[in-house]
C-alpha cells in the first residue's frame, strides 16, 4: 500500500495546483468502490482520480478547468440518488473542498487533500448521505449557481464549513447547529 506523503518537504512530481478535492466514507469498501464508479460515471468525471483504495476516506481529486459549480452540485445530487438506488441501508458522508494539491508518487496530497481527508472524518450519519462542504467553495456554488444544488438543505458546521443531511432532514437531536467536529 502506497504511504501518504509527507507534507513538508515531499518529493512533487508536479508543481502545486489547485483542485477540486472529493472524500467518501462511511459504508463496507465494495459498496464504497461501486458507489464511487457509479456516481463519477453519471456525473461524467472519467478524470477523477482516487487515492488509494485501501485508505478511508476515499480522496479524489479533478483536475483544474472543470465547471466546479456542476460539478458539485452532480457529485451531490448523484451520490444521493445512487445510494438511496443501491437497496442498501447506506450511510455516506461526502466532503467537498478546493485547494492547492500536488502529485508525489502515486498518490495526491497537499493542504486541500489533508483538509478534504478531515472533513470526511467522524461524527455520526443520522442520514443516507451527509455532505460537508467548505465555506469558499459553498460560497462559489451559491454565487454562481448551479441546477439541482440543494441549497436550502445546508446549514452552517464547524467554522467555515457547511453541511447537509440527504434527503433533506436535520438529525433527531439538533436545531441544524454543527455540535462535534467538520462533518
Do not use: Y
Not at 479533478?62 to 451531490?76: H, K, M, N, Q, T
Not at 443520522?126 to 445546508?154: H, K, M, W, Y
Amino acid at each position: 500500500m502506497p504511504s501518504r506523503p509527507a507534507e513538508a518537504g515531499a518529493v512533487r512530481d508536479e508543481p502545486v495546483i489547485r483542485r477540486l478535492c472529493v472524500s467518501m466514507t462511511g459504508c463496507a469498501p465494495d459498496d464504497l468502490e461501486a458507489l464511487i464508479a457509479e456516481v463519477s460515471a453519471a456525473a461524467q468525471l472519467e478524470r477523477l482520480l482516487w487515492n488509494d483504495s485501501v485508505a478511508l476516506p476515499r480522496v479524489g481529486v479533478l483536475p483544474p478547468g472543470f465547471d466546479e459549480s456542476r460539478v458539485v452540485a452532480d457529485l451531490v445530487t448523484g451520490t444521493l440518488a445512487a445510494v438511496l438506488r443501491s437497496g442498501k441501508s447506506l450511510s455516506v458522508r461526502l466532503a467537498l473542498h478546493e485547494g492547492p494539491t500536488f502529485l508525489s508518487g502515486a498518490e495526491f496530497g497537499g493542504p486541500a487533500v489533508e483538509t478534504v481527508r478531515a472533513m470526511c472524518v467522524g461524527g455520526r450519519l443520522p442520514a443516507p448521505l451527509t455532505v460537508v462542504i467548505s465555506g469558499r467553495l459553498f460560497d462559489d456554488v451559491v454565487a454562481i449557481g448551479a441546477e439541482g444544488f440543494p441549497l436550502r438543505s445546508f446549514r452552517p458546521s464547524a467554522a467555515g464549513f457547511w453541511r447537509a443531511f440527504l434527503p433533506d432532514r436535520q438529525p433527531p437531536d439538533s436545531d441544524g447547529a454543527q455540535n462535534d467536529d467538520a462533518g
